[in-house]
């Protein structure tokens, strides 16, 4: 999941106007920003599910430090903490739910890959519900939450507008790029046209 | 990437530090939401947290 990330956060800002933007779409997809070096180092991986061949949820992700619940919890407060002297303890608390709703969203796409603790110490069972297993709920989901993001976000932002006297304009942009970006960026992942 | 194991030409493995296409569409994804998107967002007249400053 990539597209439903982004539309989650566009939803968060509506409700949560003080923090900006930006920060809540770095937030929503912190973990796996910091999957992205280790990944390349080779400390976390994936393999295609049994009997698939990679693509679209199709593949098993040993992320066991950045996607396990407790490594999760512990990058998600980081990078709220990181935040609350620029933008008070508020906006720092709201950024690292949001960087912990990414764990949330992915527990219910996800195999059972996620660890309870960082490196899979214990082996206690994995966590994940699997709608990846049924890609086309998968892909309805992330679509419906990046439609309502870019629609609830749209609202909150003309309403600011019209009550700035401002013109409604960059709105209606701001609103129509998470649209046709988090639905583009869904297309690109189920498709797989880049690779 | 999913390539041919050398010693086992039937069975797949993953070469892990590959790229993968999911990997460029969520490159593409963070630069157009953190900087576009968020870009265009920062010229709204939203509250500002506490009075500071962004």
Redesign the interface.
Known sequence: M??GH?GF?AAV?AAE??????AL??AT?WL??VF?PL????IE????AAGL????GASIIHADYTHSLVGAVALSAAFGAAFVF???L??GVVLGLVSFSHWALDLIVHRADMPLLPGDVGHFPRLGFGLWQVPQASIVIEALLVVAGAWLYGRA?RS??K??G?RMT??D??SV??LI?GLG?LV??VS???? | MVVLDDDKRNHLVVNSTAWRPSEMQFILGVIFFVLVVGLVDAGLPWPVPNGRSR
């Open positions: 990539i597209a982004f956060a800002k106007q003080e923090t900006p933007l930006w779409m770095l997809v796996d920003i992205v990944f390349l180092m080779g991986t994936l393999e295609p061949a990679g693509g679209y620029q933008w008070g508020r906006s932002a600011v507008s009550a700035a401002r960059r709105a942009v701001a790029l998470i970006g960026v690109l992942d797989g046209i880049l690779g």
